[in-house]
């Protein structure tokens, strides 16, 4: 795993959100799902959303969001990410689901927020709710898959 001088020099962008052993990973905007998705023979079919009014956002109970963290970011090759919960949700009875970050990604990381809980969580925008861990990965390839976006 990664620490803090190593991901100051891969992640420039996140330099202030930068821990011992992660990064710190801010909310950014948060969509509730408006109808069905599909995945048949790889062929994705994603949810219609619709965005929650910022900056305060109210989680229903037992109800499942989609969440966007702030600014995009490019996972070197050689890296990989895995992103794990801040802990003062999992207090609130709140988890963020992720998958696995590849090296090459650039982009919008997307999680899922899921209201475990029996009572409205309220969280504002621009809040941490997960740390992305990074890893060496030896002889690794570059993403270059549907949620890559062109960099500038
Ligand atoms: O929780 C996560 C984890 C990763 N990513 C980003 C980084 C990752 O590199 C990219 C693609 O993730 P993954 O490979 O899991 O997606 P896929 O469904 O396999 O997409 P594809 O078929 O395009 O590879 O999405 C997220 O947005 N959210």
Do not use: W
């Not at 956002?57 to 070197?76: M, S, V, W």
């Not at 999680?111 to 969280?123: H, V």
């Amino acid at each position: 795993m990664l620490g803090e001088k190593e991901l100051i020099k891969l992640f420039p962008d996140f330099k202030e959100l930068v821990q011992p052993s992660g990064i710190d990973l801010r909310l950014d905007e948060v969509f509730k799902q408006m109808g069905p998705a599909s995945l048949i023979d790889n062929q994705k079919d994603l949810p219609e959303l619709e965005k929650l009014e910022p900056p305060i956002y109210t989680l229903k109970p037992k109800t499942a969001y989609l969440a966007t963290i702030d600014r995009k970011i490019k996972i070197p090759k050689g890296c990989s990410m895995l992103y794990l919960p801040r802990s003062t949700l999992l207090r609130s009875f709140v988890s963020v689901h992720t998958a696995v970050g590849d090296p090459g990604f650039y982009g919008t990381l997307q999680f899922m927020l899921y209201n475990y809980g029996e009572f409205d969580y309220t969280i504002k925008q621009g809040e941490r709710i997960a740390q992305g861990v990074v890893f060496n990965v030896t002889g690794s390839g570059e993403y270059n898959g549907s949620y890559q976006e062109e960099e500038n």
